[in-house]
């Protein structure tokens, strides 16, 4: 079974804080995501990256940066926490390629309270 | 703008009956489709897919249907069951590229 471990269930930051969030994959997928899941507006997709020191810019980057240094692991870094990114975080893998069985699987999510 | 639309947050049905979720799309170059389910406080896990060359996709009692021209699909389950009360999420992605989008999700529940 693939899985995909976020290093927090939750977490609570002061506003300005740097925070850092991990993720790891142990199935050697090329893909790795980073969501933020809130109220009514789903699943956002803030970077992903599809090789190691790859990231490409999702719906929501701003006020977030991204790091994959080796395939297996995904960090999502808050530069300076706002209370504005409290939020549910998912992170999620997938192979790559044209396969069709590419869906990605994520791990449990990690809930951010900035205050 | 969100490409992925789930135009109803919530949908309730009783058990034994059909439950029918919708999704519309508006990037044409969308040519995979996802249905996710979710649980609270687990990460969504995967359900069904299908790609824009079929129609429909069933697996037991989960039927997706692609209607290209309209740019929607919807996910039927039948019959439906209390335990398939959840969240669930409408994804797509193009053909040459695993970016993944996601709509805001509908929250179904089955009443027993």
């Known amino acids: 079974d693939v899985k995909v471990t976020q290093s927090s269930r939750y977490l609570v930051k002061r506003t300005g804080e740097k925070v850092f969030l991990e993720c790891v994959q142990d199935m050697d997928h090329e893909n790795m995501f980073w969501y933020r899941q809130d109220p009514g507006l789903g699943l956002r997709l803030i970077y992903f990256?599809?090789?190691?020191?790859?990231?490409e810019k999702g719906d929501i980057p701003e006020g977030y940066s991204v790091s994959r240094e080796k395939k297996e692991r995904f960090s999502l870094i808050l530069e300076s926490a706002s209370t504005n990114q409290t939020s549910m975080y998912l992170c999620?893998?997938?192979?790559?390629?044209?396969?069709?069985?590419?869906?990605?699987?994520f791990g449990q999510g990690t809930r951010l309270t900035v205050v | 703008d969100q490409q992925v639309k789930q135009n109803s947050p919530s949908l309730s049905v009783q058990e034994g009956r059909i439950s029918i979720l919708n999704c519309d799309y508006t990037?044409?170059?969308?040519?995979?489709f996802l249905w996710y389910k979710k649980y609270p406080a687990e990460g969504p896990t995967f359900l069904i897919s299908?790609?824009?060359?079929?129609d429909k996709n069933e697996d037991g009692r989960f039927t997706v249907f692609l209607n290209k021209s309209a740019k929607h699909l919807s996910l039927h389950i039948v019959p439906s069951q209390p335990g398939d009360s959840a969240v669930y999420f409408c994804a797509a992605r193009p053909y040459n590229n695993n970016d993944m989008r996601f709509g805001a999700g509908t929250r179904l529940t089955v009443k027993p």
């Open positions: 990256s599809y090789d190691v020191k790859m990231k």
């Open positions: 990037n044409s170059m969308f040519d995979y």
């Open positions: 299908i790609s824009s060359i079929k």
């Open positions: 999620a893998s997938s192979l790559s390629g044209r396969a069709l069985n590419t869906e990605a699987f």
